[in-house]
C-alpha cells in the first residue's frame, strides 16, 4: 500500500516540473526586484507594500495551481469508474424496461 503511494508520489508530470521551475523563478527574480527596489530606496511605502503583496499572490497562485491539478489526476480515475457505472445503470433500466413490457404484455394476452 505505501510502495504505491510513493510510487504514485515519485511521478511528477512535464507540467508539474515546469511549473516549479516557474516557481521558482517568480520566487528569486521577484525576491531580487524587491530586494533592489528597497535597497535603492530604503523607504517602506505604499509601492513596495503593493509590490510585496503582489509577489506573495503570484507564489500563492503558483502553489494553488500545482494543488489542482494534482486533484485533477486524482480524481481522474474517479471520473472513468463513474462514467462506467452510469452506462451500466443505463443497460440495467434499459433491460428492466423490457422485461416489464414484456411482463405487462403477457398480463393483456
Known amino acids: 500500500m505505501t510502495q504505491s503511494i510513493y510510487n504514485k508520489f515519485k511521478q511528477s508530470t512535464l507540467f ?3 511549473l516549479l521551475l516557474i516557481g521558482m523563478l517568480i520566487v528569486i527574480v521577484g525576491f531580487w526586484l524587491i530586494n533592489k527596489a528597497f535597497v ?3 523607504v517602506i511605502n505604499w509601492a513596495s507594500i ?5 509577489w506573495f499572490l503570484l507564489i500563492f497562485l ?3 495551481t500545482d494543488s489542482s491539478e494534482s486533484i485533477k489526476e486524482e480524481l481522474a480515475p474517479i471520473i ?3 462514467i462506467n457505472e452510469t452506462k451500466l445503470l443505463k443497460e440495467e433500466v434499459i433491460l428492466l424496461r ?3 413490457d414484456q ?3 403477457k ?3
Open 98 to 100: 423490457k422485461i416489464a
Open 16 to 18: 508539474e516540473k515546469l
Open 103 to 105: 411482463v405487462l404484455n
Open 80 to 82: 472513468k469508474e463513474h
Open 50 to 54: 503593493s509590490a510585496l503583496f503582489l
Open 62 to 64: 503558483v502553489i494553488l
Open 107 to 109: 398480463r393483456k394476452k
Open 40 to 42: 535603492n530606496e530604503p
